[in-house]
T-cell receptor, first 114, second 114 residues
Framework: GESVGLHLPTLSVQEGDNSIINCAYS??????FIWYKQESGKGPQFIID?????DKRQGQRVTVLLNKTVKHLSLQIAATQPGDSAVYFC?????????????FGQGTILTVHP | EAQVTQNPRYLITVTGKKLTVTCSQN?????MSWYRQDPGLGLRQIYY???????DKGDVPEGYKVSRKEKRNFPLILESPSPNQTSLYFC?????????????FGEGSWLTVV
C-alpha cells in the first residue's frame, strides 16, 4: 500500500541554524497532513498541520510547506534550539474526508548541537 | 492538566501471561486509540474507539483486545503475549474521530515479552 516516507533519517544542525525536515507521500488523495515531534521517552506531540488546499502554513518558529506537484512535505524550524532535538515525523490522512485515520511516517532524528 | 495516562510505563513479562495496559484520559474525549511503535515501521494503529461501547480494528489488531465501557478508559489487553508483541505502545485520544481534532498521546508503555 501507499505510505508516508522520509528522505533523511537523521539531521544534525548547530544551535541557531534553520532546520528543514522532509517527507514524501505517494497518495495523491491525501488532503491533510500533520507534523509531530517526539522527544525521548515521551509520546508524540502535535506541531503543525496543513490541508491540501494550502501551500504553506506558519506557526511559532515552524513553517510547513506542501508541494502537491511532487507530493512533498517539509517542516522548517527557524533558529533551532537544543530543545528542538527530537524525532519528527509526518502523518497523512489518505481518506480524502475528515473521518479518516492517519498514516504515520517513520521519523527523522533531529540533533541540535550547542 | 489535560493528559492521557498509561500504566504501566515499563513491563517485562513472559510468553502467555495475560496482561492489561490501562489508558485513561481526563479531557472527555470521544475518540481513543492504541498504537504500537517499532523501529523502521513508525506508529501503527492497533484498535480504536469512536465512543463508549464502539470499538474497531486498526491495522495490526491480531493478538490484542480492547474494551470501552467508560468514556475515559480504554484498556489494551494481551490475552497471551508473544515475543513479537515486544514494542512501545501509545494510547491516544481526541475530541472526536475527525482528523483535524488534535490527537493527544500518552507517554508510552515499553513492553518486553520474553
Amino acid at each position: 500500500g501507499e505510505s508516508v516516507g522520509l528522505h533523511l533519517p537523521t539531521l544534525s544542525v548547530q544551535e541557531g541554524d534553520n532546520s528543514i525536515i522532509n517527507c514524501a507521500y505517494s497518495n495523491s488523495a491525501s488532503d491533510y497532513f500533520i507534523w509531530y515531534k517526539q522527544e525521548s521517552g515521551k509520546g508524540p506531540q502535535f506541531i503543525i498541520d496543513i490541508r491540501s488546499n494550502m501551500d504553506k502554513r506558519q506557526g511559532q518558529r515552524v513553517t510547513v510547506l506542501l508541494n502537491k506537484t511532487v507530493k512533498h512535505l517539509s517542516l522548517q524550524i527557524a533558529a533551532t534550539q537544543p530543545g528542538d532535538s527530537a524525532v519528527y515525523f509526518c502523518a497523512e490522512n489518505m481518506s480524502g474526508t475528515s473521518y479518516g485515520k492517519l498514516t504515520f511516517g517513520q521519523g527523522t532524528i533531529l540533533t541540535v548541537h550547542p | 492538566e489535560a493528559q492521557v495516562t498509561q500504566n504501566p510505563r515499563y513491563l517485562i513479562t513472559v510468553t502467555g501471561k495475560k496482561l492489561t495496559v490501562t489508558c485513561s484520559q481526563n479531557m472527555n474525549h470521544e475518540y481513543m486509540s492504541w498504537y504500537r511503535q517499532d523501529p523502521g515501521l513508525g506508529l501503527r494503529q492497533i484498535y480504536y474507539s469512536m465512543n463508549v461501547e464502539v470499538t474497531d480494528k486498526g491495522d495490526v489488531p491480531e493478538g490484542y483486545k480492547v474494551s470501552r465501557k467508560e468514556k475515559r478508559n480504554f484498556p489494551l489487553i494481551l490475552e497471551s503475549p508473544s515475543p513479537n508483541q515486544t514494542s512501545l505502545y501509545f494510547c491516544a485520544s481526541s475530541l472526536r474521530y475527525k482528523v483535524e481534532n488534535t490527537i493527544y498521546f500518552g507517554e508510552g508503555s515499553w513492553l518486553t515479552v520474553v
